[in-house]
């Protein structure tokens, strides 16, 4: 990862609380990581309550059929785990594992100026997408763009620095 662009004091939201499972505190994660399971490797995590961060800990977690769980200390039963539903869950950037070149977290490239070969600026990335053959930038513009991310045949470059992506793209 290149840490040029750093928003050191947020948290990278990784899972958001999705349901409740069982009557013991366990709640169903969706999970934002690729592998989905990955998440289960953090043991401490933050839940976004209202607009402030708390710190959490992770006491079991695990994958049950197609859902993720966990159980976090302090919450004991399906009341409580009610309470914390639709809670996102995130880590401190420095707990992310580095990455190759090349590839990149996408909370990073949100808000990244989208720009042409010739310098004409196409848009602003509002959010990625995954559509299984490859990820999809989704620029705002007057509408939306979409642009396949396809590092050396569409994108470019990534410049965190200047805070933009060239991409051959004609749109």
Request: zero cysteines; aromatic letters at 8%.
């Amino acid at each position: 990862m290149n840490s040029e662009k750093q928003q050191i004091d947020l948290p990278v939201i990784l899972g958001k609380v999705i349901g409740h499972f069982g009557v013991q505190g366990w709640v169903k994660i969706f999970s934002y990581t690729k592998p989905k399971q990955a998440i289960l490797e953090y043991k401490e995590m933050t839940l976004k309550e209202k607009n402030q961060w708390k710190s959490i800990k992770i006491e079991e977690s695990k994958i049950h059929g197609k859902n993720v769980l966990i159980k976090i200390k302090n919450i004991e039963n399906r009341e409580k785990a009610e309470q914390i539903l639709g809670k996102y869950l995130g880590v401190s950037r420095g707990d992310l594992p580095n990455l190759t070149d090349g590839h990149y977290y996408w909370t990073d490239l949100e808000g990244m100026e989208v720009q042409d070969l010739k310098g004409n600026k196409i848009g602003i990335v509002s959010y990625m997408l995954e559509t299984g053959a490859n990820d999809v930038m989704v620029i705002e513009n007057d509408d939306e763009i979409l642009i396949p991310f396809l590092m050396d045949r569409v994108v470019k470059e990534v410049n965190f620095k200047l805070n933009k992506i060239i991409v051959d793209w004609d749109w």
